[in-house]
């Protein structure tokens, strides 16, 4: 059984910094590509950025390119997203996902999801 646990939101200032984790297990990790997305109630999950198996390449959206970093450890089955220099419109629930493909940007190319944790930036 596959299963994605996310960790590291909270509640911080505009300006601060956050690294969320994502634990993955019962699937081979260094196989799949993994994407972070976030959303805010009544509005669709937005991709942030994804991170190729195969050659660990990374793909951002215009809205955290230059802020958000993704990275991965495979041998801790481990990804992360540093998120430097937030802002309030980051405020939502982030969700990593794994996925078969090689550079998947759309949430319907992920078969497996965490339950997410939730990022608010307020000051």
């Known amino acids: 059984q596959v299963q994605l646990v996310e960790s590291g939101g909270g509640l911080v200032q505009p300006g601060d910094s956050l690294r969320l984790s994502c634990v993955a297990s019962?699937?081979?990790?260094?196989?799949?590509?993994v994407g972070w997305f976030r959303q805010v109630p009544g509005k669709e999950r937005e991709f942030l950025a994804f991170i190729s198996y195969r050659d660990r390449r990374a793909l951002y959206a215009d809205s955290v390119r230059g802020r958000f970093t993704i990275s991965r450890d495979n041998v801790k089955n481990t990804a992360y997203l540093q998120m430097n220099n937030l802002k309030p419109e980051d405020t939502a629930v982030y969700y990593c996902?794994?996925?078969?493909?090689?550079?998947?940007?759309?949430?319907?190319?992920?078969?497996?999801w965490g339950q997410g944790t939730q990022v608010t930036v307020s000051s």
């Open positions: 996902a794994c996925s078969g493909r090689d550079r998947p940007s759309s949430s319907f190319h992920y078969s497996d």
């Open positions: 019962g699937l081979n990790f260094r196989l799949y590509t």
